[in-house]
Nanobody
Framework: QVQLVESGGGLVQAGGSLRLSCAASGRTFSNYGMGWFRQTPGKEREFVAAISRTGGSTYYADSVKGRFTISRDNAKNTVYLQMNSLKPEDTAVYYC?????????????????WGQGTQVTVSS
């Protein structure tokens, strides 16, 4: 079992930045691929970014490429999502997820454990 707790969400103006954190506990963090997803009301949870167990490989949705950066600190059992040049369409609840087998998850069904989510609101 892995417990994931997100933090860092909030309200920001368009063009601003936020950094989300996801702290993990329960199992060896470095054994898991990690990812960030987001969801708005009435829509499916969509992929944002993912990172491999060592951090050597990263993956991004086209909509955030060049603006968001995923990273991880295995010594701190934490994965981060640095979000720059935020747009109103980035408004969503952001979730981190871990994957037991394989690299970072790029689809929601690949996620084995989810955090509770953190709200990000970008005003125009």
């Amino acid at each position: 079992q892995v417990q994931l707790v997100e933090s860092g969400g909030g309200l920001v103006q368009a063009g601003g930045s936020l950094r989300l954190s996801c702290a993990a506990s329960g199992r060896t963090f470095s054994n898991y691929g990690m990812g960030w997803f987001r969801q708005t009301p009435g829509k499916e949870r969509e992929f944002v970014a993912a990172i491999s167990r060592t951090g050597g490989s990263t993956y991004y949705a086209d909509s955030v490429k060049g603006r968001f950066t995923i990273s991880r600190d295995n010594a701190k059992n934490t994965v981060y999502l640095q979000m720059n040049s935020l747009k109103p369409e980035d408004t969503a609840v952001y979730y981190c997820g871990s994957r037991v087998v394989g690299t970072g998850p790029t689809r929601a069904p690949q996620v084995d454990y989810w955090g509770q989510g953190t709200q990000v609101t970008v005003s125009s």
